[in-house]
């Protein structure tokens, strides 16, 4: 082989492994999850999704490659004045990710720092109608209309916010002592209500227990009063009926007329056992029971009674004799 031949052949592999590196250095694998701006001959040419994709080579080029993932955007704390004039410091955080990989290569020269500034100032116009009361309990308010109106800016940039949070709300230490001094004062009074409901309470809980106490007692003692009482009727009861029987037991065996006087004055008698007690007596009943020698015999009355000693009479005096001398005035 000639030597012109074998330059030749040199020349060739050495242009095959050129154009064979330039296939290659053309070619690209587009990752999941990522997108890549093509332009060709600088005018944007289209946008590959993941997968391969082969490059023109020298007249085209990837400019941007985009993120499709979820971004966090964290502001630095910035001073903030409300309403009421107090000026605090507050940082968000703003969640996006890029739906649209053209508006975000071509829609701002830097679109990061862009929506930085725009979140500031969104952040400063809600806080400053805001007093500072509202401020620090409308979380959700602020972060509501931040995210509104930050994703519909943010559209041509082909930015979509998901959600904004404020992170921190940082007040002057004037402020923080006086609002630390107002909840000092508000858990003491909430402290204050606590012990008084408790005593409230209490009171009711021991005024509750007393009434039941006293009705219970009451209604123990009706009950033990019924139950007396019924005892006694049942006893009174159960006498006259004794009585009763009693009497019918004498008319049954044929008992006179002297025998149930003789019972009514037993039943005298028992009634006038006692101090104080003064018995009078039908004339009729004492002839009765005195002219009965039943009643004779057992007490004591009628005839076997001892009769009072009469008092011997007195002779009479001698009225001739009064002016006469006794024997002693002699003897004298």
């Not at 930015?159 to 923080?176: G, M, S, T, W």
């Amino acid at each position: 082989m000639s030597d012109g031949s074998i330059v030749l052949t040199v020349i060739l592999c050495l242009l095959g492994v050129v154009i064979l590196g330039i296939i290659f250095s053309n070619i690209r694998i587009v990752p999941q999850s990522m997108k890549f701006v093509i332009e060709l001959l600088g005018k944007y040419k289209e946008t590959w999704d993941a997968g391969l994709h082969v490059k023109v080579p020298f007249i085209s080029k990837v400019v941007k490659k985009v993120t499709l993932k979820e971004q966090i955007l964290d502001s630095p704390p910035q001073n903030v004045i409300t309403k009421d004039n107090v000026t605090m410091k507050i940082d968000a955080v703003v969640y996006f990710y890029v739906q649209d990989a053209k508006l975000y290569t071509y829609g701002a020269v830097n679109p990061i720092s862009a929506m930085e500034n725009l979140t500031a100032t969104t952040l400063r116009n809600i806080v400053g109608a805001l007093d500072l009361d509202e401020t620090l309990t409308s979380r959700d308010l602020i972060n509501t209309k931040m995210r509104e109106i930050i994703d519909k800016e943010t559209d041509p940039w082909g930015i979509k916010v998901v959600r904004v949070e404020i992170k921190n709300i940082i007040p002057p230490a004037e402020i923080r002592d006086a609002m630390e001094r107002q909840m000092k004062a508000e858990r003491d009074r909430r402290e204050t209500l606590l012990q008084a409901e408790g005593h409230k309470q209490a009171a009711i809980t021991r005024a509750e227990g007393d009434k039941m106490a006293a009705i219970l007692a009451a209604e123990g003692e009706r009950d033990a009063r019924i139950a007396r009482a019924e005892g006694e009727a049942k006893a009174i009861f159960l006498r006259k009926k004794a009585e009763a029987d009693g009497i019918i037991a004498l008319r049954e065996a044929g008992a006179d007329a002297a025998v149930l006087e003789l019972k009514k004055f037993e039943a005298l008698v028992k009634m006038a056992d006692g101090t104080a007690s003064k018995l009078i007596i039908p004339t009729d009943a004492v002839n009765a029971v005195t002219g009965n020698v039943l009643f004779s015999e057992t007490t004591g009355l009628g005839d076997s009674t001892k009769s009072a000693n009469k008092p011997a009479p007195k002779k009479p005096e001698d009225p001739c004799c009064e002016d006469k001398p006794s024997q002693k005035d002699f003897t004298e």
